[in-house]
Structure formats: C-alpha cells, structure tokens
C-alpha cells in the first residue's frame, strides 16, 4: 500500500490572502471558506473539458452510471457527482471522482441509486448536481466494497436526520426542501480569479478539502460545489441556530481595555487584530493537517486502464478519507473530508506529542 | 377628491408593503443576477406585485407611477392590472367613487404607461402589449389604451418602419383577425379615392373611425397607408417623401440598400438578409459580403440614436467602421459605462460621464457632506450571460451622481480585493473625514452580500455609532433585488438603511419614500392628488370613458 503526505496531495496549492498577509477567510454563520490558489503553470487549463457539459450520462442496469465524454479533451468526473434527472428514471450518484478518456465511453458500476423507489434508466442526459458533502465520507468508505445499487442510501438516510428532510431515500426530497436556501447560500461566497481548491472549515476544523484540475475548471464547478455540495453544512448550522463569533466585536473591546486611541484607530486596530485572529486560527489549523499521512489505494473500478491515464487513490488515516487524481506524481484533483465522528483534538494530542518528540535530542552519554 | 378610505387597521400594513414596494419598484429587473436566473427573478417580482393588488388595488399602480420604477417592473403591474379588469380586486386606499367613476383609475394606468415610455423607451411599451396578446388579455379598456397609445405617437412613420411586425402583430391581437381583414380592406379602397372625404358605407365609416381616426391626429389617408404598410399589404401604395420621409426611403432600400441613411440599421439587415431582396446575392449570401455590408450600413445610417451607438462602439471597431460618435450627448449611462468596461475609459468617455452624472444630479440633495462607499467585489459585476457590468455600473455612476449632489464634500472609498469587506471600506471612509466638516450622511453600494464575515460590517457601525454618539443616516443602496428575498435588498445588518435603485433618477423618491414612514397617510394623499392633477390622455384628440 501507498502513502501519501497531505503537504504532498496540495503541493503547490496556497491559501488566497489580501495584501496584509491575512489569509482571506470567507464567513456565514459558523461555515468558514478559504481558497487556494497556485502558480498559472500548475493549472491545466487547456487540458481538460468542462465535466458538467462534455459529458452525458446513461445507464443500463442500477447501480451503474456510463458517461460518454463528446468531447476532444480528458474529462475529470469532480468527486461524487448525482444524475438527477426529468427524465422518468431512477437518478443515480457516484461515490467517487473519475477520469474518462476524449471521445470514449467509461462506464462506473460501483454508483448507487439514489431515488428510493423510482424505476426506469436515464439516456443522454447532463442533469448533473454534486451530492451533498455531508455524504461523502460514507460514499468513499463504500469505495471497493461490495454495496450494489443501494451503497447510497444510508448516506442519504444520514443526510435526511441531519437536515430534517425526511429524505429517506430520496436525494431530490432534500434538495426539493432546501433548493431555495440553497441558492441564497451561493451568493455569500465569492470566487477569487485564479481559485484552484477549497478548504471548508465548521466551528473552526477543516472539514472538507477539494482540490481541482486548473483555475477554469474550478470556475466550472464552484457554484455547483458551493450550493450542492457545501451547501448542506449551512443548512445543517442553521437547524443548530449557529451564528457568526461577533469576533469584531470581542476583539475592539478587548483592544479598547489597552488603548487610549481615539475610536477611528481603535476599531483600524480591532479590525487587524480580527483578521489576525481569523487567518492564525485557520492557518494553525491547516498546519495540524500538514502531518498527516494518508494510506492510498489504487482504485480501478471504472477508471481508465491505459498506463498513460490518470490513476485513482482512495485516501484513509485517522479521521479523514479521500480521494486523489494523479499522474506522475501531479496531483490532479484531491478530496478529502473530515470523519463524522472524528474529533480533531486527539490528532492534536498525537501531533504535540510527535512534534516534542522529534525536539528531543537523541540519547547520549 | 373624497377622502381616502384607508382604515387605522390597515394603515401599518400598507405602511410596510410600500416601503418594500418602492424598493422592489425601483430596484427590480427581470435580467439575471449574478445568482439568479432571469425566471427567478421575474417570479419574484410578479409574487410582489400579486400581494400588493391583493391588499388594495391600487397600491401597484401608485408605486409604478413614482420616478425612477424600473421598466420590468412597471410593465408587470400594468400586465398584472390590465388582466384583473377595471371591476377586479378591491379599492381599499382609494374612494371607490374617485378611483371609478372620477377617472382616478385611467389616469394612474396612463401616468404608469407615460413613465414606461419616457423613462424606458417604446419597446418596453411595445414588449407590455405583446404580453397582453400572450396573457389573452384584450378587454375594453386595455383595447382603447393600447390604441390610444400606438395610433397617437407623433412619431408613427419611424416607430412602423422600425417596430413594424410587432406593432402588426399587436393591432391584429387588438382588433381580431376579422377586423383586421375589414380594416385593411376599407383602408385599401380609400386610399385611392379621390378627394378629402371617406367615401364608403355609413357601417364601414364607422368601423374607420371607431378602430383609427378617433385616435390618429392627422390626415386619414395617411393612417390608411401606414396600417397597410404595417400588415404588408401596401404593394401599390405610393409613398412620397412629402408626406413619408422615411418610407419613401424605405421602399427604395427594398431595392437598393447602398445610400440609405434615414432607415434604422435593423431594418435594412432584415431586408438585406432576405434571399427575395435584389442584392442579396451580391451583398449577403457569404460571410465576406455579410461583414462588407453590415460595414456599409453601419456607416451611412444616420438614425441610429447616440445611446445605441455608443452601445456599438465595439462592433462598430470589429466592422472597421469609423464613426465619430459624440458620447457626450448619450443619456444613457449604462451604455457609457458598459463601453469603458468592456474598451476602454478614454477621457472622452470619462467626460461623457461626467457630464451625465452632473446633468442627473439631486436638486436640493439632503445631505450637504456625503461619505460613499462602492463594493467592487466579483459578485457586482452581475451575471455573465444577461447582465453583465450592470450592477457595478449602476454602483459606479450612483457614486458620481451622489458625489455632484453633495454640495460641500464626498469621499469615496471603494472595496480592495475580490471578496466584500465593507467593514475595512467603512473605517477607511471615516479616516478621510474632515473633523470639522463632518459626513451628514454615508451610502454603501453594495448588493449586500457580505462575505469578510457576514455580520461584520453591521458589527463596526454598531460600534461606532454607540462609541461616538453619532447618529448619521446609513444608506445601503443595492444595484439589484435579490430573488431569494422576495425581489427585495439583502439587508447588511439592522443599523443600515436599505433601497435598491437601477438608476440614481431614483435615489430621491426612495429618499422620500422614507418620509412616508413618518406620515403613511400624507403620503399616499399625496400621491393620489398628484395621480389626479396628471396631465395624461387616453388619446390626445378626445378623452373616452371606458
């Protein structure tokens, strides 16, 4: 088995940061959002087509989703994206993210039904969302296992509790309910030019990391990625009344209690020192990530054979699960998320522990 | 007029749906936003409307009387008020005696239709009544208003030429197809009669004068050729140029399109384009011969208004056409700016802007000494496809208009970077205020989707108010409504302000508009008597009761 560092899945890659340094952090309620950005020789952009619109999508049999790639370029499959069709077919999702190869046909039969009852098979069809990322841990863990047509649903049974839509097995129950919130949650967030990944942080840990191809094919997905996929961390912070930390708030009284400035420089000086406190808390956060080593596994269901294409990895270690898109050590499209039931401050206690002991001296007389 | 019928009870919820009214009226667009499509948005706008007749009928038309409501916005309420009758919904603010049978209702509906077509132009006009054809609306009253309207334009001859197939298209949905069929046929008879009077059956004459001559001010035999050149059926119909400038022109550019100068481009396209027209083998039928004509025609035609052809100033350069456009006689600054962002701001430009921006400025503006602040986020650059630039230009130029206002002093400080931190913009602002003349007021352009932190900015001012004591207005002025809030401004935090304007001619109304807070029953009075001492016409030969 393969390891793979996290500094490594991003190498690379670095957070986007106003012209004081801060690491932008973008807010609503209690969800936290930076973007990473790279040097323009690292982004691919004329390598690989747009997913959401080169490609159409059958099936023949449930539990299986064909993608035929119409164009003249590679397509990557972003990670666990959802048929959800008008056609009277059952939807389907991935589990997983993908390569298909210019003008073939890559059919992936470790998918999942995702529409409880619903018969029938879908033709030609690009009705593509991006399953909700509260899933994804459960889908990835799926990865290699036997599950058949219905791996999805305890994810989506999952999702339905967590976000009181009584989703049962039915995806489209959920963003049925939620769509319109769900379209108000776009517009909070901005993408920056030249965006490259994301990092998603809920009360202050990193629970979601995606890594793209190139700055055009983030382009491509992020509004997809921002209301389908990330949008279900809102929808849940909301049921739980989360709110932003009034950390301006916090800080100008706790500056005001040192300074005798007048209220113009005190709230100049308030301001920085949030912004300081925003970026160093997420900066320490990532840093916490930065010594992990995750176990890879090839993955091949699906994926291309040709010793040339782009090989998959499902990524495991303590507390987070993935998936990696690489070739010849570039590192195409990474996503990682935090395990539910993980808490971050037993890494914490590990890494304090490794991190003194690579500071003690070795043993001499 | 009688005394308004509004009741104590229902005075605190009209109170509240104007105020949303009034923003929704002059922010509201049916192009898309950054986030949402152009359906969303038009679903949300209708939805507001619906409520507002519902609570009292003429609440709707009140609002789309008032400077500055965006075109889509009075359309729909016409649409909306054209389709429940003159006898639906119910009179609720306004005595019924007043609104039926003293004309109140005629007048709000003209006053409404005269601001769509003084502020938006004839399309928007033209656009309402081709969604009367859609909706099947073709009752009495919308018939003789929809007459009145096309049959009075001073400049018929032009709009015919121009706007000919939707005004056709119009008059047969008004008329029905058998009327047309019998006005067309009378009409074809007299125009080749000799002599100043209409020869015909005492049944025809009165069809003619009923459908035309009752609301056409001019010669009868003119209306006669300009509704056969509206339906095509003018092939032995003689246009001079006495009466006809433009369709003498016309008629000449069926045959030859080279020296055309008085004819719109669009037309002498659709008529080049046509494989029956005599050139068309020789000016159309390849893409070189397409680029050489389109050229040709951009060069010689002289009717093109200045607005446009500021809007053209990139395709005019594509085509390798030097035109000497005189910018500073454009009125529309959407065009300016959307030119600058998409070229270049040259210095003529930014002059012609100038220029605009002091034309539009706020006679006796509020606020003497005005501090702005502009959101230069992606999100205001609006969405890719149908609005592209357009709220950031509304930003932008609301900020040059606001600054010209202010009689003693502006600062202006605008967002950095790609996301919205209007917190670190507005401790900017106050940095740049003069102690001793301080901001009356502080406007903050902005589409209201914060993302530093959400909350931040409502933080900081909060802070500063209850730290200085100060109590100045905030605005916060918003380029669009957004869909997810009911076509209403997403609202930065409790200690702001709100309106959404998509031009600055409606700052002051929304201004005032928050007087009405103060006095909600003043307000509308005043409005009502305004509605009434209205100038406007069904026609201007006679008035018709309906």
Same mark, same amino acid.
Request: net charge neutral; glycine share 10%; aromatic share 8%.
């Given at each position: 088995m393969n390891t793979r560092d996290f500094s490594e899945l991003l190498k690379g890659c670095r957070p986007v940061k106003d012209k004081d340094g801060n690491i932008i952090v973008q807010s609503i309620m209690n969800m936290q959002v930076v973007c990473l950005t790279t040097d323009v020789? #690292? @982004?691919?952009?004329?390598?690989f087509a747009n997913p959401l619109t080169s490609l159409t999508s059958s099936n023949s049999s449930y539990g299986q989703i064909s993608f035929t790639n119409k164009e003249n370029k590679e397509v990557i499959l972003p990670a666990?994206?959802?048929?959800?069709?008008?056609?009277?077919a059952q939807n389907h999702g991935m589990i997983k993210a993908g390569y298909v190869e210019p003008k073939t046909q890559t059919t992936f039969h470790d998918a999942g039904c995702i529409q409880g009852g619903q018969t029938g098979y879908f033709r030609g069809t690009s009705e593509f969302r991006m399953i909700p990322v509260t899933m994804r841990e459960m889908l990835f863990d799926s990865?290699?296992?036997?599950?058949? #047509? @219905?791996?999805?649903y305890p994810a989506i049974q999952k999702l339905g509790q967590e976000t009181g839509s009584n989703a049962g097995n039915y995806l489209n129950v959920y963003f049925e309910k939620y769509d319109k919130k769900l379209e108000q949650f776009i517009a909070h967030f901005e993408r920056p030019k030249n965006l490259i990944g994301i990092i998603v942080l809920i009360d202050g840990e990193i629970v979601a990391i995606d890594k793209f191809p190139s700055f055009t094919y983030a382009e491509q997905v992020w509004d997809l990625m921002i209301?389908?996929?990330?949008g279900s961390l809102a929808i849940i912070s909301e049921l739980k009344h989360k709110t932003s930390s009034n950390e301006f708030y916090t800080t100008y009284q706790e500056i005001k209690r040192n300074h005798q400035d007048n209220v113009i420089d005190l709230l100049e000086k308030a301001m920085k020192k949030t912004k300081e406190k925003i970026t160093s808390s997420v900066q320490e956060k990532i840093q916490e990530l930065l010594d992990l080593t995750f176990d890879a596994k090839l993955d091949t269901e699906?994926?291309?054979?040709?010793?040339r294409a782009p090989k998959s990895y499902v990524l495991k270690t303590e507390g987070y699960v993935g998936q990696v898109i690489t070739e010849n050590e570039f590192n195409h499209l990474v996503s990682v998320v935090k395990r539910?039931?993980?808490?971050p401050n037993a890494l914490r206690e590990v890494n304090e522990l490794r991190r003194k002991a690579r500071k003690q001296d070795r043993f001499t007389l | 007029m009688e005394k308004l019928v509004l009741t104590q009870k229902m005075l605190g919820t009209i109170k509240q749906t104007l105020i949303d009214g009034l923003t929704i009226a002059s922010g509201s667009k049916s192009s898309a936003t950054y986030y949402h499509s152009k359906d969303d948005q038009m679903k949300a706008i209708q939805t507001q409307i619906k409520g507002m007749y519902k609570l009292s009928k003429e609440l709707p038309l009140i609002i789309a009387s008032?400077?500055?409501?965006t075109g889509r916005f009075v359309s729909e309420v016409l649409l909306n008020e054209f389709k429940n009758t003159l006898k639906g919904g119910a009179c609720n603010i306004v005595n019924p005696i007043d609104w039926y049978d003293n004309g109140l209702s005629d007048k709000a509906i003209l006053s409404a239709l005269d601001n769509l077509y003084n502020d938006n132009g004839l399309p928007y006009v033209l656009r309402l009544f081709v969604d009367l054809k859609k909706s099947k609306v073709n009752n009495e009253r919308s018939r003789k208003i929809v007459l009145g309207f096309i049959w009075g334009q001073t400049n018929l001859e032009f709009y015919a030429m121009k706007y000919r197939n939707k005004i056709a298209d119009i008059l047969r949905h008004v008329y029905g197809q058998r009327k047309t069929s019998i006005l067309l046929s009378i009409a074809s008879k007299q125009i080749f009669m000799q002599g100043a009077d209409l020869i015909g059956t005492e049944k025809e004459l009165a069809i003619l004068n009923e459908s035309i001559l009752k609301y056409f001010n001019g010669d009868s035999v003119k209306a006669f050729k300009l509704l056969l050149f509206l339906f095509k059926k003018d092939q032995n119909v003689n246009y001079d140029a006495q009466t006809f400038p433009l369709l003498s022109e016309y008629q000449k550019a069926r045959v030859d399109?080279?020296?055309?100068?008085?004819?719109?481009e669009e037309v002498l396209l659709g008529l080049i384009s046509?494989?029956?027209?005599?050139q068309y083998h020789t000016m159309w039928s390849n893409d070189v011969q397409r680029e050489a004509t389109k050229a040709l025609i951009r060069k010689n035609v002289?009717?093109?208004s200045v607005n446009q052809q500021v809007r053209q100033t990139k395709s005019t350069a594509k085509l390798g056409v030097e035109k000497r456009v005189d910018?500073?006689?454009?009125?529309?600054f959407l065009a300016l700016y959307k030119t600058g962002y998409e070229t270049t701001f040259t210095g003529e430009l930014m002059s012609a802007i100038d220029k605009l921006a002091e034309k539009k400025k706020i006679q006796?503006?509020?606020?003497?000494n005005i501090g702005i602040i502009v959101d230069r986020s992606?999100?205001?650059?609006?969405?890719?496809?149908?609005?592209?630039?357009t709220p950031r230009a509304i930003a932008d130029f609301t900020a040059r208009v606001l600054s010209k206002s202010a009689t003693s002093g502006c600062s202006i400080e605008y967002t950095d970077?790609?996301?919205?931190?209007?917190a670190s913009s507005f401790i900017g602002l106050l940095k740049t205020e003069n102690p001793s003349k301080q901001y009356d007021a502080i406007f903050v352009l902005t589409d209201?989707?914060?993302?530093?932190?959400?909350?931040l900015t409502n933080e900081v001012i909060t802070v500063w108010k209850s730290e200085t004591g100060r109590d100045i207005p905030i605005f916060q002025i918003s380029p669009i409504t957004s869909a997810e809030m009911g076509a209403n401004v997403r609202k930065i935090g409790s200690s702001v302000v709100t309106m959404a304007i998509?031009?600055?001619?409606a700052l002051q109304p929304q201004i005032n508009a928050r007087l009405l807070e103060i006095d909600t029953k003043r307000w509308l009075e005043n409005q009502v008597l305004a509605l009434e001492a209205s100038?406007?016409?069904?026609?201007k030969k006679i008035n018709i009761n309906a």
């Open positions: 020789e #690292y @982004s691919l952009d004329n390598r666990q994206m959802a048929v959800m069709t008008k056609q009277s990865i290699g296992q036997s599950g058949g #047509y @219905s791996r999805i209301r389908d996929c990330y699906g994926q291309s054979s040709s010793s539910d039931s993980f808490n | 008032q400077k500055g409501a399109i080279t020296g055309i100068k008085v004819v719109p046509s494989v029956k027209h005599p002289e009717v093109t910018v500073e006689k454009a009125t529309d006796g503006f509020f606020y003497s992606n999100s205001m650059i609006g969405h890719k496809a149908e609005s592209k630039n970077g790609e996301i919205t931190d209007l209201g989707y914060e993302n530093a932190y959400d909350g998509n031009n600055p001619t100038p406007v016409k069904r026609t």
